[in-house]
């Protein structure tokens, strides 16, 4: 029998099996007949569909904001990883490791641990997110000093500080990766009159997107449609204007991040000032986020060796010391 831990988040999902690493990392969406509700495809073929259906092929984010939106579909989805992962006979009843955002109310985490139930686990586990990415980046947590982690999902942001094993004091927003994404659709249409698709936007953000001085003249051709005319259109726009439509976003994680430092206990505090804060998820590639939190903070920032898979393999440490793991 070998255990699985699972990174369910709102963009991906990513499954690590014990002793073999990550399996899979593929995006959370699932493709939907509307007529039948009937599920067609589900990860990246059902991802290649999103803003390309036809009228009743409907691509759809089962989770919202790092908790189920869509049961049923989280649900299906799931099973269908794990069947992905499973291969032929190497799971009789897997013990599964799942992680959610920190501050998720007991019937949500209740419905995480219902939904991995029902694809045949015999035991699961359920940990918050920023104790597991802070494992994965190769913390020590289980010592008696003070470490502090920011995770930048797709659906949130968790800030957590955390000694002897646990989280000392935390906060969980709803900004994050597809806010990034949405703030640049909505800049895009109000100063340019252009459409563009989630898939564009995260492209913008990928190539140009910053929060902080960066380079300037960094251009990227962006394609859409145009409010008006309702014709296809081309415009060129910047890292200047990125950065526009960012930064109110990134403000609102470093308050949520001097909060949770204000709420710290002294001698914890003490301990950040010397090790730093670990930026951790994909938020942590944004260009100029470490400049612009250090400078905020007054607190050296760091990204994690490979923020992307921290929590899968997270998962994977604490799967092999499951006296990390709070039972």
Same mark, same amino acid.
């Given at each position: 029998?070998?255990?699985?831990?699972?990174?369910?988040?709102?963009? +991906?999902?990513?499954?690590?099996?014990?002793?073999?690493?990550?399996?899979?990392?593929?995006?959370?969406?699932?493709?939907?007949?509307?007529?039948?509700?009937?599920? &067609?495809?589900?990860?990246?073929?059902?991802? +290649?569909?999103?803003?390309?259906?036809?009228?009743?092929?409907?691509?759809?984010?089962?989770?919202?904001? @790092?908790?189920?939106?869509?049961?049923?579909?989280?649900?299906?989805?799931?099973?269908?990883?794990?069947?992905?992962?499973?291969?032929?006979?190497?799971?009789?009843?897997?013990?599964?490791?799942?992680?959610?955002?920190?501050?998720?109310?007991?019937?949500?985490?209740?419905?995480?641990?219902?939904?991995?139930?029902?694809?045949?686990?015999? #035991?699961?586990?359920?940990?918050?997110?920023?104790?597991?990415?802070?494992?994965?980046?190769?913390?020590?947590?289980?010592?008696?000093?003070?470490?502090?982690?920011?995770?930048?999902?797709?659906?949130?942001?968790?800030?957590?500080?955390?000694?002897?094993?646990?989280?000392?004091?935390?906060?969980?927003?709803?900004?994050?990766?597809?806010?990034?994404?949405?703030?640049?659709?909505?800049?895009?249409?109000?100063?340019?009159?252009?459409?563009?698709?989630?898939?564009?936007?995260?492209?913008?953000?990928?190539?140009? @997107?910053?929060?902080?001085?960066?380079?300037?003249?960094? #251009?990227?051709?962006?394609?859409?449609?145009?409010?008006?005319?309702?014709?296809?259109?081309?415009?060129?726009?910047?890292?200047?204007?990125?950065?526009?439509?960012?930064?109110?976003?990134?403000?609102?994680?470093? #308050?949520?991040? #001097?909060?949770?430092?204000?709420?710290?206990?002294?001698?914890?505090?003490?301990?950040?000032?010397?090790?730093?804060?670990?930026?951790?998820? @994909?938020?942590?590639? &944004? +260009?100029?986020?470490?400049?612009?939190?250090?400078?905020?903070?007054?607190?050296?920032?760091?990204?994690?060796?490979?923020?992307?898979?921290?929590?899968?393999?997270?998962? @994977?440490?604490?799967?092999?010391?499951?006296?990390?793991?709070?039972?």
């Amino acid at each position: 029998m070998k255990d699985i831990g699972i990174d369910l988040g709102t963009a +991906n999902v990513l499954i690590y099996i014990k002793g073999e690493g990550i399996v899979l990392n593929e995006p959370t969406v699932v493709a939907i007949d509307a007529n039948t509700m009937q599920i &067609l495809a589900v990860g990246n073929e059902a991802n +290649n569909m999103l803003g390309r259906t036809p009228g009743k092929v409907k691509a759809i984010k089962p989770l919202k904001d @790092g908790v189920i939106a869509d049961f049923e579909y989280t649900e299906t989805m799931l099973n269908h990883f794990i069947s992905m992962v499973k291969g032929t006979s190497i799971f009789s009843k897997p013990r599964v490791l799942i992680c959610c955002p920190a501050n998720i109310t007991s019937v949500e985490k209740n419905a995480i641990r219902e939904a991995a139930e029902r694809t045949g686990a015999k #035991k699961v586990f359920i940990e918050e997110e920023p104790k597991v990415a802070a494992v994965g980046a190769g913390l020590d947590i289980s010592k008696p000093s003070g470490s502090m982690v920011i995770d930048i999902g797709g659906g949130t942001t968790d800030i957590a500080i955390l000694s002897l094993g646990g989280i000392v004091t935390s906060n969980s927003i709803k900004i994050a990766g597809n806010n990034f994404d949405s703030a640049i659709i909505e800049y895009v249409r109000n100063k340019y009159k252009l459409l563009i698709g989630e898939r564009t936007a995260e492209e913008v953000k990928t190539n140009i @997107g910053t929060v902080y001085k960066g380079d300037k003249n960094k #251009k990227i051709t962006i394609k859409g449609r145009n409010i008006t005319s309702g014709l296809p259109h081309t415009e060129e726009i910047n890292a200047k204007e990125i950065e526009e439509a960012l930064l109110p976003l990134a403000i609102e994680i470093i #308050k949520a991040t #001097k909060q949770v430092l204000e709420n710290t206990p002294p001698e914890l505090s003490a301990d950040i000032m010397d090790k730093g804060i670990v930026l951790t998820g @994909g938020g942590a590639l &944004l +260009n100029g986020f470490t400049e612009l939190l250090e400078e905020e903070l007054k607190v050296p920032v760091y990204i994690a060796e490979s923020p992307l898979t921290c929590v899968a393999e997270g998962c @994977g440490i604490m799967l092999s010391n499951l006296n990390l793991i709070d039972q």
